[in-house]
């Protein structure tokens, strides 16, 4: 069993920026897939981007290309998502979850941490 924590949330205004952990404990990650979504009110989860623990490939829905960056450190078992230029838009809940490589679902997930900006 992955265990995963996020931390890292609040309030930010328009055009600043957040820096997102999520520390994973219970597993050897090298054969996970890690990603980070996003939950705003009424709105459908939607995905970010991904990590291949091991060897560190990334992948970016377009809407973040450029603005958001996911990486890994290794040694501290934790996950990160850099945010930049954020928008009220981009408020939302935050969650990371791990899959085993090459499997459909996101098995293990988060808690959450809330995301608000301002205008």
């Known amino acids: 069993q992955v265990h995963l924590v996020e931390s890292g949330g609040g309030l930010v205004q328009a055009g600043g920026s957040m820096r997102l952990s999520c520390a994973a404990s219970?597993?050897?990650?090298?054969?996970?897939?890690m990603a980070w979504f996003r939950q705003a009110p009424g709105k459908a989860r939607e995905f970010l981007a991904a990590i291949r623990w091991s060897g560190g490939n990334t992948n970016y829905v377009d809407s973040v290309k450029g603005r958001f960056t996911i990486s890994r450190d290794n040694a501290k078992n934790t996950l990160y998502l850099q945010m930049n230029s954020l928008k009220p838009d981009d408020t939302a809940v935050y969650s990371c979850?791990?899959?085993?490589?090459?499997?459909?679902?996101?098995?293990?997930w988060g808690q959450g941490t809330q995301v608000t900006v301002s205008s």
């Open positions: 219970g597993r050897t990650l090298s054969n996970y897939v």
């Open positions: 979850a791990a899959k085993v490589l090459a499997t459909m679902d996101y098995a293990h």
